[in-house]
């Protein structure tokens, strides 16, 4: 669970063993005392090794305590991308109806995501949405107003 013992520590993981012992301290497995004493010698602690010592005889904590990291879909950074160059490239006609579709499918996929608390980038994925369809849009003007000149 923990690195190797040599490795140093980073202020994220004193903060993690300083909320264990915490954790521990509310469920009676520590005195205050104690917890201030350890809680000191987390903060001055340099390694992983010396991090472990000091939470050597607590229980880990359970798998659905630990803090697992959030991943946000890539789809709303996909349909913002998207989305903009197919405004930028709207007068180039094969490439800019690929990236208006994807700005438009990658923008819904990101805002279905968003809507059911997947991700937090349901912003990105409208202006990617916008932009993907303002882009089409563009786009078919453009071929209109060209086809009509001949």
């Known amino acids: 669970m923990y690195p190797s013992p040599s490795f140093r520590a980073s202020d994220a993981d004193r903060e993690a063993v300083v909320a264990h012992l915490s954790t521990a301290l509310g469920e ?3 005195s205050l005392a104690e917890f201030d004493a350890r809680a000191r010698h987390v903060y001055a602690a340099r390694t992983w090794g010396e991090l472990t010592h000091i939470v050597r005889d607590l229980p880990p904590l359970p798998v659905a305590a630990a803090e697992t990291p959030r991943q946000d879909p890539v789809w709303p950074a996909l349909a913002l991308v998207f989305g903009v160059l197919s405004v930028l490239l709207a ?5 800019s109806v690929v990236l208006g579709l994807g700005g438009i499918v990658f923008g819904s996929l990101g805002l279905h995501k968003a809507t ?3 991700g937090r980038r349901a912003g990105m994925a409208l202006a990617g949405l916008i932009c993907g369809s303002a882009g089409l849009l563009l ?3 453009f071929t209109i107003y060209v086809a009509a000149l001949d």
Do not use: K, M, N
Not at 91 to 95: E, N, R, S, Y
């Open 28 to 30: 009676g497995r520590l």
């Open 116 to 118: 059911r608390g997947a």
């Open 139 to 141: 786009t078919i003007a």
């Open 91 to 95: 007068f180039c006609l094969p490439v």
